[in-house]
Nanobody, 114 residues
Framework: EVQLVESGGGLVQAGGSLRLSCAAS????????IGWFRQAPGKEREGVSC?????????AESVKGRFTISTGHVQNTNMVYLQMNSLKPEDTAVYYC??????WGQGTQVTVSS
């Protein structure tokens, strides 16, 4: 069973940084496409950063040069990270980890104050 648990969200001032983490169990992260999505109040969920099974990464235009997706392992746990730099108020949203376009975590709130 695939389980995804996000963490690392919080309140940060504009220009600051956060690193989101997603602890993923039930699958091998290198064998699937993984991604981060976000949903702001009143808006549809949108893709932010993703990594395909060949390791290639893609970023939405709005976050290019600021956000980076990566993977790793911590004590035999698959991890998916989203490093977010130069944060802007418009980055405020609930951020979700996703595997293979199917499995979702519960989300973590990111709030950027101006």
């Amino acid at each position: 069973e695939v389980q995804l648990v996000e963490s690392g969200g919080g309140l940060v001032q504009a220009g600051g940084s956060l690193r989101l983490s997603c602890a993923a169990s039930g699958f091998t992260v290198e064998h699937y496409a993984i991604g981060w999505f976000r949903q702001a109040p009143g808006k549809e969920r949108e893709g932010v950063s993703c990594k395909d099974i060949d390791g290639r990464t893609y970023n939405a235009e709005s976050v290019k040069g600021r956000f980076t997706i990566s993977t790793g392992h911590v004590q035999n746990t698959n991890m998916v990270y989203l490093q977010m730099n130069s944060l802007k108020p418009e980055d405020t949203a609930v951020y979700y980890c996703n595997v293979d376009g199917i499995y979702w975590g519960q989300g973590t709130q990111v709030t950027v104050s101006s």
